[in-house]
């Protein structure tokens, strides 16, 4: 085992063919010939002493060896970004650098922060990815990002999270539907509609489902559709109820009726997830700490939790071992 000829430049290369998936796509991002990235992928291969990588037709997979180097890669650059983020702030004000991964429905919740806080640090270049659950899930297993936003967070040992937004779920209906004007509504009734569902897996869906099967309740008849925004739509041109978040309903929204049913009491919470086993930037940091002094200012109070600061203080712990 050679580690004394590892360089910055190949963990660079073989982070970039890890996280793209692909040699030419490395290439094209690092503007290096693709015979070149082989060649550094050779050489930290012979450097570490045992193959990293093994290729399919499906795809690049790592080895154990490769997880253990992926890993010790990415803290490494991630110090070293760090240590440039900090001399530019010395030099030039704030500045930094991080990512955030959110499921869909957080994008009716999260601008609300991300405008007051780029007012606040317009410097800090700040990346935004959004997706239903299982992509958010995979960026979070492939470490693509430093923050990640579920209502419903992964049960996984490297997972920190804390509550910063209570979510509760509502029945919709259509301004002009039968059951807009009912009184002393029952499950029972609501089950003979038909039901506007996400894709299974979601957050909401996971939750609705759970709630449903609790009571000894089946639907009758359902639609999937890809997005809330479809189902608010949908709901609103009549082609069946919902159970939405509230938090994707505007205020004062026209056409829909949220409906009160004795017994239906959902909530989940929206969480910010880090990684434990992964060193968290300057600039993310700076993100949550804004975050948890904000929060009552750029959202709804009656929603809000603070168990951002307990997060900030956790991590803290951790790196200090």
Request: contains cysteine; charged residues 20%; neutral net charge.
């Given at each position: 085992?050679?580690l004394?000829?590892?360089?910055?430049?190949?963990?660079?290369?073989?982070?970039c063919?890890?996280?793209?998936?692909?040699l030419?796509?490395?290439?094209r991002?690092l503007h290096?010939?693709q015979?070149?990235?082989?060649?550094q992928?050779?050489r930290?291969s012979?450097?570490?002493?045992?193959?990293?990588?093994i290729?399919?037709?499906q795809?690049?997979?790592?080895t154990?060896?490769?997880?253990?180097?992926?890993a010790a890669?990415l803290?490494?650059l991630?110090?070293f970004?760090?240590?440039?983020?900090?001399?530019?702030?010395?030099?030039a004000?704030?500045?930094?650098r991080?990512?955030?991964a959110?499921v869909?429905?957080?994008q009716?919740?999260l601008?609300r922060?991300?405008?007051?806080?780029?007012?606040t640090?317009?410097?800090?270049?700040?990346?935004?990815?959004?997706g239903?659950r299982e992509q958010?899930?995979?960026r979070f297993?492939?470490?693509?990002?430093d923050?990640?936003i579920?209502s419903?967070p992964?049960a996984l040992?490297?997972?920190a999270?804390?509550?910063?937004l209570?979510?509760?779920?509502?029945?919709?209906?259509a301004?002009d539907?039968?059951l807009?004007q009912?009184?002393?509504?029952?499950?029972?009734?609501?089950l003979?509609?038909?039901?506007?569902l996400r894709e299974?897996?979601?957050?909401t869906r996971?939750?609705f489902d759970?709630w449903l099967q609790?009571?000894?309740?089946?639907l009758?008849r359902?639609l999937?559709m890809a997005?809330n925004?479809?189902i608010?739509v949908?709901?609103?041109?009549?082609?069946?109820?919902?159970v939405?978040?509230?938090?994707?309903?505007?205020?004062?929204?026209?056409?829909?009726v949220e409906?009160?049913?004795p017994?239906?009491?959902?909530?989940?919470?929206w969480?910010?997830?880090?990684?434990?086993?992964?060193r968290?930037?300057?600039?993310?940091?700076r993100?949550?700490?804004?975050?948890?002094i904000?929060?009552?200012n750029?959202l709804?109070?009656?929603?809000v939790?603070?168990?951002?600061d307990q997060l900030?203080?956790?991590?803290?712990?951790?790196?200090?071992e």
């Amino acid at each position: 085992m050679k580690l004394r000829h590892l360089t910055f430049r190949l963990l660079e290369v073989f982070s970039c063919v890890i996280k793209t998936g692909s040699l030419s796509e490395a290439a094209r991002q690092l503007h290096l010939t693709q015979p070149t990235v082989s060649l550094q992928l050779k050489r930290l291969s012979e450097a570490v002493g045992e193959p990293l990588l093994i290729m399919h037709r499906q795809g690049i997979q790592l080895t154990d060896t490769g997880q253990i180097v992926y890993a010790a890669a990415l803290d490494m650059l991630g110090r070293f970004d760090d240590l440039q983020d900090q001399l530019h702030s010395v030099q030039a004000g704030q500045h930094g650098r991080f990512s955030i991964a959110m499921v869909n429905t957080a994008q009716y919740v999260l601008p609300r922060l991300l405008g007051p806080y780029s007012k606040t640090f317009p410097e800090v270049d700040l990346t935004l990815e959004i997706g239903n659950r299982e992509q958010v899930l995979q960026r979070f297993n492939q470490q693509l990002d430093d923050i990640y936003i579920f209502s419903h967070p992964p049960a996984l040992d490297h997972a920190a999270a804390a509550r910063f937004l209570r979510n509760p779920l509502v029945i919709i209906v259509a301004a002009d539907h039968p059951l807009a004007q009912q009184p002393n509504l029952t499950m029972t009734d609501l089950l003979k509609e038909r039901f506007l569902l996400r894709e299974p897996g979601s957050a909401t869906r996971m939750l609705f489902d759970g709630w449903l099967q609790t009571q000894g309740l089946q639907l009758n008849r359902s639609l999937q559709m890809a997005s809330n925004e479809a189902i608010r739509v949908g709901v609103a041109a009549g082609m069946g109820i919902a159970v939405i978040s509230r938090h994707v309903i505007p205020p004062g929204a026209a056409g829909l009726v949220e409906l009160s049913v004795p017994g239906f009491s959902l909530e989940s919470h929206w969480h910010f997830i880090v990684r434990r086993d992964r060193r968290l930037p300057h600039a993310a940091r700076r993100f949550l700490q804004f975050a948890d002094i904000q929060l009552e200012n750029c959202l709804d109070p009656a929603y809000v939790c603070h168990e951002t600061d307990q997060l900030l203080k956790d991590l803290s712990a951790l790196e200090a071992e």
